[in-house]
């Protein structure tokens, strides 16, 4: 069984060690992780639009089943954001990095209608294209392609806020 913790909006520890799929109360946040990946061979900031690296979700999922998005999940109990996202792209899509590969951009909090919501750690890094594909984890990806910012921008604003859009226009003009 996973375990999580359950932060207040500000981060501050509720509970700790919480089952994953335990309800959660109004005002309790679970932390999150998602990973923006450049290409290792994009142009340098401000010389051309990067390259992304994207995974469609399983058809399977709960959420947003099918789309293409960012590669992320959530940190379990006593875990630090940075590591999970290392787990994440491990787990995902077989691609290790470590912690020193991966900066931290900004952080969200997603507020849900119930009162709960995500604490979300977006980190990026740049990484290098496996010369024989990606060899990801079918249970919780469908594929996975390199897109153009423009590209992947658009897939994501879907489902996501202007404020987290300007976010990754910011990764964009730095990473």
């Known amino acids: 069984m996973e375990l999580i913790d359950l932060y207040d909006k500000n981060g501050e520890l509720v509970r700790r060690a919480v089952p994953k799929g335990e309800k959660k109360h109004a005002g309790e946040y679970a932390k999150h992780v998602l990973i923006i990946m450049k290409t290792s061979d994009s142009p340098a900031p401000g010389e051309d639009e990067g390259q992304y690296v994207v995974q469609q979700r399983s058809l399977k999922a709960k959420y947003y089943a099918g789309k293409w998005d960012m590669t992320g999940g959530g940190v379990k109990s006593g875990e630090e954001p940075v590591d999970a996202a290392c787990r994440e792209v491990r787990e995902e899509l077989g691609i290790a990095l470590k912690p020193e590969d991966m900066e931290l951009a900004f952080k969200h909090a997603v507020t849900w209608d119930d009162g709960t919501g995500l604490l979300v750690y977006v980190f990026m890094c740049r ?3 496996p010369e024989g594909g990606f060899e990801f984890d079918r249970y919780e990806v469908n594929d996975v392609k390199v897109m ?16 987290f859009g300007e976010g990754l226009k910011e990764i964009e003009r730095r990473l």
Do not use: A, T, Y
């Open 127 to 129: 990484v290098q294209v």
């Open 148 to 163: 153009p910012f423009h590209e992947f921008l658009e897939h994501v604003m879907d489902h996501n806020s202007e404020e």
